[in-house]
């Protein structure tokens, strides 16, 4: 078996686990669905994920399980017993030890948590294996929708890296973890973003390309270990947005709204660019919405003034 062949198997599991995350699942199902034995189909499963068959299922559907006690208003045993756990006790305990505490308490007050968001394995793989960003041959040109939005006075937790200039040196760099733990924010008032900080906001010695969620002012909740939590002013962004994609291609997808950005004058609008008012930030890419990237303007009567005032 090559690698190629392994990490297909790998992610024929990954489906079957996701089709099926409420309902038992047994070692020779999942071998069924790569299939290969048992034996070979669970020793290149932890070989290639870093978890055993069981203990993924499990940290997924705990994941799950959480973000149904974030969001509703629930029993935990009903919330156990829809994931498969045969019983308060036991869900309890298994949620104390991925999470760090008891569900019952984490319900209460929601504080931002290390979810388990794993990876499609044949997407990072492919990923890898093209270079990071490396563009594919030339295609035709698309079409990329221009927008102005205004952010209001907030806050935003984020994650430092090192010396980060992209998504692929961050990962290197804290992991590809931190998503998940952004992704458990309750009060988050927008999905979490890909971020390149300006210069003021950037400490010695850490990232320009950092990853975060943004927050109400009135933000008081825990700051997990590692994070940060700053302040924001209000900006105006230009959001840009390609065509939908073939998730296998989000690649040339990003590389195509690069290039377009590269060449756009935001004074057709009548703004001008504004890199030092806000953190030019990306949304995650995901195929049906098309690739989404912002920039922070003012308006060009604004910077006149701004200029004037120097």
Known sequence: MNQVEAIRAVQKMQDYIEDHIYEEITLKQLSKAAGY???HSARIFKEITGRTPFDYIR??????????????????IDVALDFVFDSHEGFTRAFAKEFGLPP????????????????????????LHNGGMKMSEKKATKTVFV????????????KRGIKATEYFGYCEEVGCDVWSMLSSVKEA???????????????SGTSQYVQGVELPLAYNNAVPPGYDLIDLPPCMMMIFQGEPYNDDDFMEAIGEVWEHIEKFDPNIYGYHWAPEAAPRFQLAPMGYRGYIEARPVVSQSMGSTQRQDK
Not at 59 to 76: G, P, Q, Y
Not at 152 to 158: D, E, M, Q
Request: charged share 30%; glycine share 2%; proline share 8%.
């Open 189 to 203: 008032m927008y999905e979490p973003i890909g971020m390149w900080l300006p210069k003021d906001l950037i400490k």
């Open 37 to 39: 034995s048992s034996w």
């Open 59 to 76: 940290a997924l559907r705990l994941t799950r399980a959480a973000l149904v006690l974030r969001d509703e208003e629930r029993k935990i």
């Open 147 to 158: 927008q102005i939005i205004e952010r209001p006075a907030r806050k935003v937790l984020l």
């Open 104 to 127: 019952k308490r984490y319900s209460q007050n929601t504080p931002p948590i290390q979810l388990f968001m794993p990876a499609r394995v044949f997407d990072t793989f492919r990923a």
